[in-house]
């Protein structure tokens, strides 16, 4: 049962334009979602966070946008650059279970 | 001035042959997680450590165990290792406590089983 779900196995983007990555859940209990990036042979990093009080979260290029009633996440990436080509995972958590839960990834490509 | 430290990066061992991983934290944090990797599939979590406290997955096989002995150190015993156990290894910690806060990941062990 995949309780967080990211459909894009891969997405292609150009140097310079925005980058959106998705992801859904379906476990209601979660109230903390999370992205990492993830580099071959390395562990994945964290990139950016948001709690379910909020519906965006912004740091520098990256923004997160929540949609509870959706039960949807999305992260954005603007604009894109090389550096940017990895894997994503998006992550979910509910409170005080100190466990995260992830999506299968998605594989972005920025071109030049 | 890595936080969370695997060892090794890549282990090869015999099918059948008892292996452990090891990960060590310069953080002081009090949880530590094991979670195993396949190819392009999400990570799930195997086990986790709240102090001391151990913390088992559902369908976690028996062949996994796990052992933390300190605060700082956590291993993942592989007692009978398959050829379906190959996979990237990833050991990871949090702070714990109230609040959410995000893990930090070491670098991953490679497991091939031969």
């Known amino acids: 049962d995949q309780q967080v779900k990211q459909n894009s196995p891969s997405l292609s983007v150009q140097e310079g334009r925005i980058s959106i990555l998705n992801c859904d859940y379906t476990?209601?209990?979660?109230?903390?979602f999370l992205w990492y990036k993830k580099y071959p042979a390395e562990g994945p990093t964290f990139l950016i966070s948001?709690?379910?009080?909020?519906d965006k979260n912004e740091d520098g290029r990256f923004t997160v946008f929540l949609n509870k009633s959706a039960k949807h996440l999305s992260l954005h990436i603007v604009p894109s650059q090389p550096g940017d080509s990895a894997v994503y995972f998006c992550?979910?958590?509910?409170?005080?279970?100190?466990?995260?839960?992830f999506g299968q990834g998605t594989r972005l490509t920025i071109n030049p | 001035d890595a936080m969370v430290i695997q060892n090794p990066r890549y282990q090869v061992t015999q099918f059948g042959k008892p292996v452990t991983l090891s990960c060590s934290q310069t953080?002081?944090?009090?949880?530590m997680y094991w979670y195993q990797q396949k190819s392009s599939q999400a990570p799930k979590l195997l086990f986790h450590?709240?102090?001391?406290?151990?913390?088992n997955e559902a369908d976690t096989p028996d062949n996994f165990q796990s052992r933390r002995p300190n605060t700082s150190f956590c291993f993942l015993d592989i007692r009978s290792p398959g050829l379906g156990d190959a996979a990237m290894y990833l050991c990871?910690?949090?702070?714990?406590?109230?609040?959410?806060?995000?893990?930090?990941f070491g670098q991953g062990t490679r497991l091939t089983v031969v």
């Open positions: 990871a910690t949090s702070r714990g406590g109230q609040g959410n806060t995000e893990a930090f």
């Open positions: 953080l002081n944090h009090n949880v």
């Open positions: 450590y709240y102090d001391k406290d151990f913390n």
């Open positions: 476990n209601s209990m979660f109230d903390y």
């Open positions: 948001i709690s379910s009080i909020k």
């Open positions: 992550a979910a958590s509910a409170q005080g279970a100190q466990k995260l839960v």
